[in-house]
């Protein structure tokens, strides 16, 4: 048995009834159960649609995301999230970057490594490395003044502790950030990279060993065996290249707003939703939001 998951930008609420009416009646699936009024829908199927992505591209023309998934098992006891341009709306070290004076260079490599153009260490070694000099005050006035949250956040960490899930935040950007997002969203830990910093200022160098791909990947075999679960009992939720690891291996691996080469890697794709889809995704409805 599957389940079929359309939604949209809560913003804009414009999913069609006629629409998810077509598409079940196309693929002869069950009752459609509205999870949010014109917002997100759903419908079982007996089989997995072999047309399934040439749908699913149509769909991305009106604004709509589709996901076909196993219905056994979907609602998860842990969320795996990366951090920038995922549970944040920026990439902190290119804001950082912007304080520093070479903004455009590191936006330029930030771009690429998350594309998966170029490696993820030595792109990261270069990038700080050209910050070096920077005063590290410049760190909170970033954190206050630049970074924003993804919409939906607060809510998807809310709802799923509240039905006991664990949230752990893994990031390849750095512990200065991600301990202020992570207790600012109710994260149950976080992990990432250390900027070295002598005499109030960044010296240009990287805390080893890096947290990269592998890291995420290790971080959740380490998390779920501590917590006497399954890697299928995660979701996990990132955008770059340096995710593809931790997604492939999590029972849900959500591409959210991914790069295009990641997201081709990924069968579960928002592009249009915010953080609040993966709640739908679990069959969370929008009455059962906390926050």
């Known amino acids: 048995m599957f389940i079929a998951t359309l939604l949209t930008n809560p913003a804009d609420g414009h999913l069609d009834p006629a629409l998810c009416e077509a598409l079940r009646n196309a693929w002869g699936g069950g009752h459609v159960d509205w999870l949010a009024p014109d917002e997100a829908a759903e419908f079982?199927?007996?089989?997995y649609p072999e047309n399934k992505w040439d749908v699913w591209a149509d769909l991305q023309k009106q604004g709509v995301?589709?996901?076909v998934q196993p219905a056994e098992g979907r609602r998860k006891k842990m969320l795996l999230a990366d951090m920038d341009s995922t549970m944040i709306q920026q990439e902190c070290i290119d804001e950082l970057a912007d304080e520093a004076g070479v903004g455009g260079r590191v936006k330029e490599i930030t771009a690429r490594a998350m594309n998966?153009?170029?490696d993820f260490e030595g792109a990261l070694i270069e990038?700080?490395?050209?910050m070096a000099g920077l005063d590290a005050a410049v760190i909170d006035k970033?954190?206050?003044?630049?970074?924003?949250?993804m919409p939906g956040g607060h809510t998807l960490l809310a709802t799923m502790k509240a039905h006991d899930g664990y949230a752990a935040l893994v990031s390849g950007g750095f512990t200065a950030f991600t301990a202020k997002v992570a207790a600012e969203l109710g994260f149950d830990e976080n992990r990432a990279n250390t900027m070295q910093i002598e005499g109030g200022k960044l010296t240009g160098a990287v805390g080893m060993p890096i947290l990269g791909r592998q890291a995420k990947v290790e971080a959740l075999h380490e998390i779920t065996t501590?917590?006497?679960i399954s890697t299928d009992d995660v979701i996990a939720v990132g955008d770059g290249a340096n995710d593809l690891g931790m997604l492939g291996l999590a029972g849900s691996g959500?591409?959210?707003?991914?790069?295009?080469?990641?997201a081709a890697?990924?069968?579960i794709r928002i592009n249009h939703g915010d953080l609040t889809a993966l709640l739908y995704l679990q069959g969370y409805g929008k009455a059962e939001f906390i926050g």
């Open 142 to 149: 970033v954190l206050a003044e630049r970074i924003t949250f």
């Open 65 to 67: 995301d589709l996901v």
């Open 116 to 118: 998966g153009e170029l």
């Open 254 to 262: 959500v591409a959210l707003h991914a790069k295009p080469a990641v």
């Open 226 to 228: 501590r917590l006497g």
């Open 265 to 267: 890697e990924c069968d």
């Open 127 to 130: 990038r700080v490395g050209l």
């Open 44 to 47: 079982d199927l007996q089989a």
